[in-house]
């Protein structure tokens, strides 16, 4: 923490335990030490441990549960959920399956360049996924990742990728997404949106734009999403 030497002692401390999440020495879903090791490893008091642990639950790194100790959080991006009504034919909510229709390694464009902050000539994975609920196609995605960090990704089986790529990329590439920023426009549908999502050319589309990101804030994935506005619905509390 020598390079903190100017804060609190408690800031030196969440600062230290932040940099344990984002270089990998504290694994997601994985218990921290308890505070009195933490205060015997750092030499400082437990209520110092603890308010530092406190900042770290607050901004959703850590996770306390009772009897069971403090743990890594494990993002959850579920924007899909949040934004499109995913029902199946009863009603109830329904998490979409996915087919993946198209993947290829190919020379990243400059605006992919751009959105995953690589260098020119750089080659990427694309994946084209249709995301479907009772069989009815819902979403498609345009998916971009790097293949220096995703290689495995290119060669394996599609029936053996599933319907979530984010456990997929922490298990076998060893990467986690744990940030993910994200902007919503309107567009209206394309040929080729009309054909994969069964709609009308020229139909309202909602179009969600991720990037997703390491600890570190370095880009792993660049994917613009699509899907008919007829099933989009955007509900915030404002307190």
């Known amino acids: ?26 694994q997601p879903d994985q218990a921290i030490p308890s505070e009195a090791e933490l205060a015997a490893q750092y ?9 530092a642990i406190d900042g770290l639950v607050a901004d959703r790194t ?3 549960f009772q009897g069971r100790g403090t743990f890594v959080r494990r993002p959850e991006f579920n924007s899909l959920l949040r934004f499109f009504r995913l029902v199946g034919p009863d009603g109830a909510p329904a998490t979409p399956k996915s087919a993946i229709l198209a993947r290829e390694v190919l020379p990243a464009t400059a605006r992919v360049v751009e959105a995953l902050k690589l260098r020119a000539g750089a080659k990427v994975i694309r994946l084209h996924r249709l995301r479907l609920v009772d069989e009815a196609p819902i979403l498609h995605e345009e998916i971009f990742i790097p293949l220096a960090r995703f290689r495995p ?7 053996e990728m ?5 456990p997929l990329y922490e298990r076998i590439c060893g990467q986690i997404v744990a940030h993910a920023q994200e902007t919503l426009t309107i567009d ?17 589309i909602v179009v ?13 994935e660049w994917r613009t999403t ?6 989009f619905a955007y509900k915030i509390d404002i307190r």
Not at 153 to 159: D, G, I, R
Not at 188 to 204: G, H, I, K
Request: hydrophobic share 45%.
């Open 1 to 26: 923490m020598t390079g903190d030497m100017g804060l609190p002692a408690y800031l030196r401390l969440r600062n230290a335990f932040t940099r344990a999440v984002e270089d990998g020495t504290w």
């Open 43 to 51: 030499a400082v008091a437990v209520g110092t441990v603890r308010k």
């Open 62 to 64: 850590l996770q306390r």
């Open 153 to 159: 990704l290119a060669k394996m089986p599609l029936a």
């Open 162 to 166: 599933g319907d979530l790529l984010y």
């Open 188 to 204: 209206v549908a394309d040929a080729r949106d009309a054909e994969l999502l069964a709609t009308a050319q020229n139909a309202p």
């Open 208 to 220: 969600i734009e991720r990037i997703a990101s390491d600890h570190q804030r370095a880009p792993l």
């Open 226 to 231: 699509r899907g008919k506005a007829s099933g």
